[in-house]
């Protein structure tokens, strides 16, 4: 499958986003995480979704303040960022997986979507 993310943009802190990670084919079987880059930093787990959208995972740094979902008659899952802070910048991928579980390592994702920038200004 091949993957965009679009959505991103500036946003003032305390404002919400949300971005989409539209696929080129249906996602059967595929799990869908988000990960976000920022500048001299390592790629970081955000949040993961299964293939039938049953269970939704977080990281601790976006729990309550994120949230995943999915839509497979539209190949897309999106992530609803909200009180966004300015720690929340950097670069955020979709990346797709077909392994048991909820991987949040990078390592086990195969495909990745191109990023998209989101900035949140103090």
């Known amino acids: 499958v091949q993957l965009q993310a679009s959505g991103g943009g500036l946003v003032q802190s305390g404002g919400a986003l949300k971005l989409s990670c539209t696929s080129d084919?249906?996602?059967?079987?595929?799990?869908v995480g988000w990960f976000r880059q920022a500048p001299g930093n390592e790629r970081e787990f955000l949040a993961h979704?299964?293939?039938?959208?049953?269970?939704?995972t977080y990281a601790d740094s976006v729990k309550g303040r994120f949230t995943i979902s999915r839509d497979n008659s539209k190949n897309t899952v999106y992530l609803q960022m909200d009180n966004l802070k300015p720690d929340d910048t950097g670069v955020y991928y979709c990346?797709?997986?077909?392994?048991?579980?909820?991987?949040?390592?990078?390592?086990?994702?195969?495909?990745w979507g191109q990023g998209t920038l989101v900035t949140v200004s103090s």
């Open positions: 990346a797709a997986e077909s392994k048991v579980g909820t991987p949040t390592n990078p390592r086990d994702y195969t495909h």
């Open positions: 979704i299964t293939w039938t959208g049953g269970t939704s």
């Open positions: 084919r249906p996602f059967i079987s595929y799990g």
